[in-house]
């Protein structure tokens, strides 16, 4: 019996410090709540901890939207403030998604706010939009442009001999694959050639010729035309040329006196003349030029042309495969660059160029991505949880409006412009 009552009093002692224990780790939960509550100024949080929230059910046009999606609201100062976020989807497989958005921040009115819906695909361009945004990228730009400033003449003394040497030893090598290349692919290039003479030429480069061209050109250059005429014809003496072509073809004459007569004409004659008229000639060649060129019809026809022969897909494909031959699998050209850029000339340039560089370097890896100092740069850390672990991919941005928005037909609207995934600060008032 005194062994059963040492139990109960164990027991009641154990259940009593437990008691305690749960009830100041409650108060002192509460206590450090209110305090961080206070030092981040955000009735949001204190309201979502307090289970103070609003309901609104709202229609996803996107069909993306998921639980627990965040929703963001601007403030105003480039600052933003999440205010809800989605509760539950309520999938249709005959309409839209319908959602249900938790809204827990009592300073702002849910009523007045439109919905917008952003995706972030994990993008190079979106990394880069996240990685520098414009203000980062000027100081970059501005560290980049200082230190080439400052050591950019060394950087060209180093490095042109190299570049110089490079393209002196690859060029042979690139125009022997390219001969070679074009030899291999001759066939190709003659049929490319037949399709484009029936297709282009024939069809659409001739009637050009035809209507637009040739009218021009009969309208610039006809004038000068006739006056050398005229005027060469003044000079020919056709006695000359009769009496030394009948004695051309007398018995036993073999002097070509009809060939000599010619040479001696344009030589004498002729030259002088269309040399009289050289400004007259250059003239209408301008003129003609000119005229062509500002033709829209020809100016049109040329461009359909030139879209149609770089769309063509054969001529891709085969200019591809060419650059393929002379650049890509040149191995002769690869042995040439690596002996260049391996060399202890280029060696000993790299690590001069690094050691200016150095310091730079640093300071934009610091920009990028943190110090020890101040921690993990934000948009880094926003990077490594979209890249890797495959977060922050949706959101809403509730936008304020000057109307009351009926709940009826509360749409969330598919953002039209992309933005960055909203970085808040929660412990920034932190000491």
Not at 146 to 155: C, I, L, N, R, T
Not at 234 to 256: H, I
Not at 378 to 386: E, G, I, S, T
């Amino acid at each position: 019996m005194r062994q059963k009552a040492c139990r109960y009093l164990g027991l009641l002692f154990w259940a009593t410090a437990s008691v305690s224990v749960v009830y100041a780790l409650s108060r002192n939960v509460k206590d450090r709540h209110n305090s961080i509550a206070n030092q981040y100024s955000s009735p949001s949080l204190v309201s979502y901890l307090t289970g103070s929230s609003e309901h609104l059910r709202v229609i996803d046009t996107s069909n993306r939207l998921q639980e627990h999606d965040p929703v963001f609201i601007p403030l105003g100062s480039g600052d933003w403030k999440q205010v809800g976020y989605v509760d539950r989807v309520f999938p249709s497989e005959h309409s839209a998604t319908s959602v249900l958005i938790t809204w827990y921040d009592p300073q702002f009115d849910p009523s007045q706010v439109e919905f917008e819906y952003h995706y972030s695909r994990g993008s190079i361009e979106e990394v880069l939009r996240m990685m520098l945004p414009p203000e980062k990228r000027r100081r970059i730009q501005e560290r980049l442009a200082a230190a080439f400033d400052e050591h950019g003449k060394e950087f060209l003394h180093a490095f042109v001999p190299l570049v110089q040497k490079s393209i002196e030893q690859s060029m042979p090598i690139m125009e022997l694959e390219l001969q070679a290349s074009l030899e291999r692919h001759r066939s190709e290039f003659d049929g490319l050639a037949e399709r484009w003479q029936q297709e282009v030429i024939r069809k659409k480069l001739v009637p050009l010729a035809k209507s637009e061209i040739l009218p021009i050109v009969r309208r610039n250059g006809q004038p000068t035309a006739e006056a050398i005429g005229r005027d060469v014809w003044e000079r020919a003496s056709l006695w000359r040329f009769g009496w030394r072509a009948v004695y051309d073809k007398a018995p036993l004459t073999s002097r070509n006196m009809v060939q000599e007569e010619w040479r001696r004409f344009v030589e004498q004659e002729a030259v002088p003349v269309f040399e009289s008229h050289i400004d007259e000639i250059v003239e209408s060649i301008q003129d003609t030029l000119v005229e062509i060129a500002t033709n829209e019809q020809v100016r049109s026809e040329l461009k359909r042309v030139a879209e149609q022969i770089a769309s063509d897909a054969d001529a891709k494909a085969l200019a591809k495969e060419i650059l393929k031959d002379t650049l890509v699998d040149n191995k002769h050209l690869h042995r040439v660059w690596q002996d260049v850029w391996q060399s202890d000339e280029a060696q000993q340039a790299i690590d001069r160029a690094g050691q200016k560089m150095e310091p730079v370097i640093r300071q934009i890896g610091d920009e990028l991505f943190g110090t020890r100092e101040t921690g993990i740069d934000p948009m880094f850390a926003l990077v490594l949880r979209n890249q890797v672990f495959g977060k922050d991919r949706r959101w809403l941005v509730a936008r304020p409006t000057d109307q009351p928005v009926d709940d009826a037909g509360r749409r969330v609207r598919i953002a039209a412009e992309p933005m960055v995934y909203p970085v808040i600060h929660m412990a920034k008032n932190l000491p």
